[in-house]
């Protein structure tokens, strides 16, 4: 090989590093830069601190004051020995959202009108949607027995938690709240939601008649209210079955449109959690490739009754079986021992 031939390869292997490591740079570059922006951009939350502590929660507490003595409890209590359990305990791999539908402008409490607990199980690969109906008769902390969701009017997402906690013996620590007048501007923002309408359905909302639409943000905050044509627990079902659908369009919509779709609807949103806790849950459910959905509704029927106490309207429940239920559904991935119906 000649002198000539021997300089030029050193100078080609020279060249070939240099390039090597100036694309090293370059893609450094850009996943700092393109995490520094999503990072900026799940920040564009509305932020709500809340407690951290498990007691300020009510998370663990094995002395609970609940007073059903004025009411007929439904269904035969279990077995029980000693406390009613707490399923979460040494069990990983399952994240918990409380999602609050409040009818009150953003930063405004009220009434949360729906409840629900989204679930992201990484040892069953689901996502997993339960609605609390909202007349529930649950204790309150420091306020007595009432209805589940006025304990978001009294004291915000922390007293709802705390609520939500202490009566289904449940660990939540993070939540997001919707208002009704944002929810149809978010639903817009993704292009609709693909729902199947029945023709009862279709009458409150101006359709033909049965078939799958893809619903505007309007058309979609009606349907999830509507209220006299069947129940409430169809109602929350309708409610379940609109946030599944979101939640669908963003599974199946391509990652480079989320940037876009984020910078918009993130605003709309009021949550306690940071960007590290949101992109830590996405980055979960895409490893651990998470593409099933399931819906359910607590207190279930079968354990339920609708009573008046002092004139009021309350769905009393029997909690017993409502914390198995629920634990066993929520953390072990056990179907509930009694059927919903609507």
């Not at 002092?310 to 429940?317: E, L, P």
Request: overall charge neutral; charged content about 25%; glycine content about 8%.
């Amino acid at each position: 090989m000649s002198r000539r031939e021997r300089t030029y390869k050193k100078k080609k292997k020279k060249n070939s590093k240099k390039g090597l490591l100036i694309g090293l740079a370059v893609l450094l570059f850009l996943s700092g830069f393109g995490y520094a922006y999503i990072t900026n951009l799940l920040n564009s939350t509305n932020q709500e601190e809340i407690a951290k502590d498990d007691d300020q929660l009510g998370i663990g507490q094995d002395e609970f004051e609940y007073d059903d003595s004025e009411v007929e409890v439904p269904g035969e209590s279990e077995s029980v020995e000693g406390d009613l359990p707490f399923y979460y305990k040494d069990v990983k791999g399952i994240e918990n959202i409380a999602l609050f539908g409040v009818d009150a402008e953003i930063g405004q409490r009220g009434r949360s009108d729906s409840i629900m607990i989204v679930t992201v199980d990484k040892n069953s690969k689901k996502i997993k949607i339960s609605s609390i109906i909202r007349d529930s008769y649950v204790s309150i902390p420091d306020r007595g027995m009432d209805k589940v969701n006025h304990a978001y009017a009294f004291g915000g997402p922390e007293l709802a938690l705390r609520t939500l906690n202490s009566n289904f013996h449940l660990d939540i620590r993070d939540f997001a709240t919707v208002n009704f007048t944002t929810l149809p501007k978010i639903i817009d923002i993704i292009g609709g939601v693909s729902i199947d309408i029945t023709d009862a359905e279709a009458g409150q909302i101006g359709l033909p008649g049965a078939g799958t639409y893809n619903l505007s943000g309007a058309q979609a905050l009606t349907y999830s209210r509507i209220r006299y044509i069947d129940s409430d627990f169809v109602r929350a079902e309708r409610q379940r079955t609109v946030i599944e659908a979101i939640i669908k369009k963003m599974l199946n919509s391509p990652v480079t449109s989320y940037p876009g779709i984020l910078s918009k609807v993130l605003p709309l949103v009021t949550t306690n959690m940071k960007s590290n806790d949101i992109l830590g849950l996405a980055g979960s459910v895409v490893t651990n490739g998470i593409r099933t959905i399931e819906q359910n509704r607590f207190p279930q029927e079968e354990l339920s009754s609708g009573q008046k106490i002092k004139g009021v309207y309350y769905y009393v429940f029997n909690r017993e079986q409502t914390i198995h239920n629920m634990g066993k559904y929520i953390y072990l991935d056990e179907a509930p021992t009694t059927t919903t119906t609507p």
